[in-house]
């Protein structure tokens, strides 16, 4: 399973899961009667490991065969892969545990995802206070040989009426769990974490006192899915079939939809942002020609130029958007925008201009402000350490594009599908940085110059470095959270 499959099973809701699944006919992939022993606040997700469980005989499950170490129960603790689900199937019987605390803990430390069983465990309120999640019908104190046999281990099962496969993508929630054939995993994730969203988008409009409480579907060529989601009303969302799964929200008929509505504050930012170019100029030039011609066109070209150069950026930030919760998509597009807007091209260029010339950050603001050829004149000088550190800042954003072990969607395939062959090898795009870096400081014409481009590209890759590490950081306590 892909690493970013999971990451957006971690917060996708088993109903929204089954609703998408439905579509493609699956009606019976929830594990019936299980229930989660002490919800532990996030998603349980891992591909299947299997154990199944026989009716007991007598002559053959004596006490002493727990001192056998190829009893099959304790083959299927010790050989379950790190980050998978260990599925039992126990004949939905729970007169007998499938397991206890001591082998359970024995999973969770050996890097197991979770434990499902049709039956039940033995010492409950134990397992309870584990960091792993385990989902069963209910308590059961009697040992496992009193009615289980375990007679097979990764082979095809039965867990409470749904198919199981070794590999198909076990998800738990609050409420349930669900089995997501591994052949179309994937593409499953893809789109509910986009029903998600829109679920969520209607659920904050409803709450608002909107009336996005219409009833909803799910349009599949030309037939009509209910979508309902943790109990609530149906609600319709229309998803289109063809290429990857995308969700199309007619918003346009919807009360304050229109294009006009949405972006409201970007034309009203764009408006001020001329009026006080245009202020600027006349404070500069005293002249209305000078104004228009001046200061104001040259405002225009750049807001056009800003608007162009940002659907590229919108090309990568839709990469990472779709992987994300509907909650950080809102804080990437709210802290980012600040951070773009703001951070990078106004506080930026400023302290740099504050550096180069030893000036205060107000200082250098009325310097752009007051004095543009001299603002100007210090950005020049700056320009190749500028241009080093934001060349191998940039060029690690695309080479982390293109070396993905999980990219497969290319535009030149016979390229792209080589650089992400090459991405499991370790610190591959670091070495090709470090060797351009190398090169090109060697061409600088002096030595000085040389220092300079070279200590500057070394602080943009280890920039980029630093924000890898914290948003892998960030990841990890959502996750945990």
């Known amino acids: 399973m892909k690493e970013r499959t999971r990451e957006k099973f971690m917060h996708i809701?088993?109903?929204?899961?089954?609703?998408?699944?439905?579509?493609?006919?699956?009606?019976?992939?929830?594990?019936?009667?299980?229930?989660?022993?002490?919800?532990?606040?996030?998603?349980?997700?891992?591909?299947?490991?299997?154990?199944?469980?026989?009716?007991?005989?007598?002559?053959?499950?004596?006490?002493?065969?727990?001192?056998?170490?190829?009893?099959?129960?304790?083959?299927?603790?010790?050989?379950?892969?790190?980050?998978?689900?260990?599925?039992?199937?126990?004949?939905?019987?729970?007169?007998?545990a499938s397991a206890g605390d001591i082998l359970i803990t024995r999973l969770m430390k050996r890097g197991g995802a979770g434990v499902v069983t049709d039956g039940g465990f033995r010492d409950a309120a134990t397992i309870a206070g584990l960091d792993i999640p385990a989902y069963h019908t209910r308590p059961s104190s009697p040992t496992n040989l009193t009615n289980n046999e375990a007679i097979a281990i990764n082979e095809p099962i039965g867990c409470g009426d749904a198919p199981v496969f070794p590999g198909d993508v076990l998800v738990g929630d609050a409420d349930n769990v669900i089995v997501v054939p591994s052949e179309i995993a994937?593409?499953?994730?893809?789109?509910?974490?986009?029903?998600?969203?829109?679920?969520?988008?209607?659920?904050?409009?409803?709450?608002?006192?909107?009336?996005?409480h219409r009833p909803l579907s799910l349009h599949k060529g030309r037939k009509t899915v209910p979508l309902t989601r943790h109990g609530s009303r149906p609600r319709t969302a229309r998803i289109s079939t063809t290429g990857s799964s995308k969700m199309s929200v007619d918003t346009a008929r919807q009360p304050g939809g229109t294009v006009l509505h949405h972006f409201r504050w970007s034309f009203i930012i764009t408006a001020l942002g001329l009026l006080l170019g245009a202020v600027v100029g006349w404070n500069a030039t005293g002249t209305i020609r000078g104004t228009l011609m001046i200061f104001f066109f040259i405002c225009a070209v750049l807001a056009v130029l800003e608007i162009s150069l940002s659907f590229?950026?919108?090309?990568?930030?839709?990469?990472?958007?779709?992987?994300?919760?509907?909650?950080?998509?809102?804080?990437?597009?709210?802290?980012?925008?600040l951070i773009a807007v703001f951070g990078m091209r106004i506080v930026f260029p400023l302290a740099i201009v504050a550096l180069a010339a030893q000036i205060g950050p107000w200082q250098a603001l009325m310097l752009a402000l007051a004095e543009p050829g001299e603002y100007a004149r210090i950005m020049h000088g700056a320009h190749l350490s500028i241009a080093a550190f934001g060349g191998a800042f940039l060029m690690m954003v695309g080479l982390s594009f293109f070396f993905d072990r999980e990219k497969d969607e290319h535009w030149v395939r016979w390229i792209e599908a080589r650089m992400a062959n090459a991405a499991g090898i370790r610190g591959f795009e670091i070495m090709i940085v470090l060797v351009l870096i190398l090169v090109f400081a060697?061409?600088?014409?002096?030595?000085?110059?040389?220092?300079?481009?070279?200590?500057?590209?070394?602080?943009?890759?280890?920039?980029?470095?630093?924000?890898?590490?914290?948003?892998?950081?960030?990841?990890?306590?959502?996750?945990?959270?």
């Not at 190829?70 to 007169?95: F, N, W, Y």
């Open 13 to 96: 809701s088993v109903a929204t899961i089954a609703t998408a699944l439905f579509k493609r006919g699956l009606r019976h992939q929830v594990i019936q009667g299980v229930r989660p022993i002490g919800w532990k606040g996030r998603n349980m997700v891992g591909p299947a490991f299997t154990l199944r469980y026989m009716p007991a005989r007598e002559d053959r499950n004596q006490i002493d065969v727990f001192r056998n170490p190829e009893h099959l129960q304790r083959v299927a603790i010790e050989t379950c892969p790190e980050g998978h689900v260990l599925v039992m199937d126990s004949r939905k019987q729970a007169e007998a």
């Open 186 to 212: 994937d593409e499953i994730a893809d789109e509910c974490i986009e029903m998600t969203a829109f679920e969520d988008f209607v659920a904050e409009r409803v709450g608002q006192g909107g009336n996005d």
């Open 312 to 337: 590229d950026n919108a090309i990568v930030n839709a990469n990472k958007l779709k992987s994300m919760t509907p909650k950080w998509q809102r804080r990437f597009l709210t802290w980012g925008i």
């Open 442 to 481: 060697s061409l600088q014409a002096t030595a000085d110059d040389s220092d300079v481009f070279f200590g500057s590209a070394i602080w943009g890759l280890l920039t980029f470095l630093v924000v890898e590490v914290l948003g892998g950081v960030a990841r990890q306590f959502e996750c945990c959270a």
